[in-house]
């Protein structure tokens, strides 16, 4: 039942529930709360699986609890919203982000952060740490996941974590819509919001996920005129050309002889690279990947969510020589702001994001989608909630 769009009932739907670490996850009968104040219920048009899904579905030391619905890419319809909201409706197209842009902090008034200071990430709902999440068949809680949820066909975020497409945007295709919610913003915004690429420049990117081949792509549009991807895996090659990389290098390759390190000032003349991004989540690779950027002016930007709490190695006369390392959430990017601009540029065909597509299919398929991503097979699955678009390509 709903009163002025306001639901006062919950919705039974079905989600993909992981119960352990590395487990299968179960598609279940949930209950979805009515959204609170703040809050805005959605149902899930699609949603896809990024790596960081699948960094903590694996994660069994970290902060995950169990029963947990996973998700944070994801494009919806608004069906319902709590008290207090009045940036959306029901029936707008949205995109649910996992960092808040509450728009009233210091942080959110700041161009320098796009880490809302009011709203940080914590578990379950920002504003109260409690879940709108239950198993209908017992009514135990199920934890939602950077207050997103999207392995879902209905989810309650807030509306502090919601991006509206409106006017144009609201044209674009939903499985592009979805993208830009975590991996292609993150790596796009890192080249353009984070480094800010400067025309001429030499680039350097590891890992060629979606992540690091949106960085590339970014890198282009900002007139980077070298790009260097290093990546294990050869099949991210032919595509990455595609994205704008001019030149690889596979550390399976080059032997115990050199480092990649080595081999990236090789090519640069002994200079090594202007900027350097790390897209996997590895400690190792951070510290090579801020050895192979130039002395004076190397910046390096780590974006890969690391599995563990282990810290970098980076030798202190290496800083004083003017190289700098900087992490980023969401590739710099204010989610209200920002989003509805890089739709526009896909609708404008200056951003492509057919490319990251390479398979689809639906949500009963989600553990296969897992499957893939996790084997390097995949750059993004596209999983429609209702099953009609999806082929299994």
Known sequence: MEQNGIATRPIRCKAAVCKAAGEPLELEEVEVAPPRAHEVRIKVVCASVCHTDITFWRMKDGPSMFPLILGHEAVGVVESVGERVEEVAVGDTVVPVFLAQCGECADCRSPRSNLCSALPNRPGMPRDGTTRFSLAATGEPVHNFLSISSFAEYTVVDVAQVVKLGGAAAAL?????????????????????????EPGSTVAVFGLGAVGLAVAQGSKMRGATRIIGVDLNPDKFEIGRKMGITDFVNPNDIGEQQTVSEVIKDMTGGNGADYCFECIGSVSVMAEAFKSSRMGWGKTVVLGVAGSVAPISIPAFDILKGRSVIGSHLG??????????????????????????????????????????????CLRCIIWMDGAKGNGA
């Open 332 to 377: 710099g990017i204010k989610p209200k702001d920002d989003i509805p601009v890089l739709a526009q540029k896909c609708l404008d065909k200056e951003l492509e994001l057919d490319e990251f597509i390479t398979h689809r299919m639906g949500f009963d398929d989600i553990n296969r989608a897992f499957d893939l991503l996790a084997k390097g097979k």
């Open 173 to 197: 295709p939903p499985e592009k819509a979805c993208l830009l919610s975590c991996g292609v913003a993150t790596g796009i915004g890192a080249a353009w919001k984070v480094a800010a690429v």
